[in-house]
């Protein structure tokens, strides 16, 4: 009795090379020939994209604390004393796409809708009327016993 050597396509390690070499095909069609082995950057005296770029809009704008500052001066300027209770709040935010500011308020309004919501549009306006071009969102929350009873937005 003699044995029969099986053909070369029924072994296992056979179809195990083949997945393994179609595998680094598809990864170079994939890739496109490019290097995809990572490697550490080496320290060089010039400096990197990311340390020459020019601040964006957004940082500008999150860091400009004296234009914010101007702005919730006049806000406050423009919001009456007895709105300015416990509750009160003034924030000027920057919007998250660098397109401008917030302006936020929580003011003791004392009392609630329609008395409140005439309040709050009063102020709007108010607001609107500083004809501050980066004043891009006015918020306004109005409180009764520091509850909210009336909101803008």
């Known amino acids: 009795m003699t044995k029969e050597k099986k053909k070369i396509t029924k072994k296992w390690w056979f179809w195990a090379i083949i997945v393994?070499?179609?595998?680094?095909?598809?990864?170079g069609i994939?890739?496109?020939?490019?290097?995809?082995?990572?490697?550490?950057p080496q320290n060089s005296?010039?400096?990197?994209?990311?340390?020459?770029?020019?601040?964006?809009?957004?940082?500008?704008?999150?860091?400009d604390t004296e234009t914010k500052d101007a702005i919730?001066?006049?806000?406050?300027?423009?919001?009456?004393?007895?709105?300015?209770?416990?509750?009160?709040t003034c924030d000027i935010l920057t919007r998250t796409d660098g397109s401008g500011y917030i302006v936020s308020l929580q003011i003791d309004a004392g009392v609630k809708p329609p008395?409140?919501?005439?309040?709050?549009?009063?102020l709007?306006?108010?607001?609107?009327?500083?004809?501050?071009d980066k004043i891009v969102e006015i918020q306004i929350v109005a409180l009764k016993a520091m509850q909210i009873v009336d909101k803008n937005y």
């Open 20 to 27: 393994v070499l179609a595998i680094g095909v598809i990864n």
């Open 72 to 88: 919730k001066a006049d806000v406050e300027a423009l919001v009456d004393d007895s709105y300015k209770g416990n509750g009160y």
């Open 124 to 132: 709007e306006e108010a607001v609107k009327g500083l004809n501050n």
């Open 115 to 122: 008395e409140s919501t005439e309040i709050i549009s009063n």
């Open 45 to 63: 005296a010039s400096p990197s994209a990311s340390e020459s770029q020019e601040p964006s809009k957004t940082d500008e704008l999150y860091n």
């Open 30 to 40: 994939v890739n496109g020939g490019k290097d995809t082995t990572t490697q550490t």
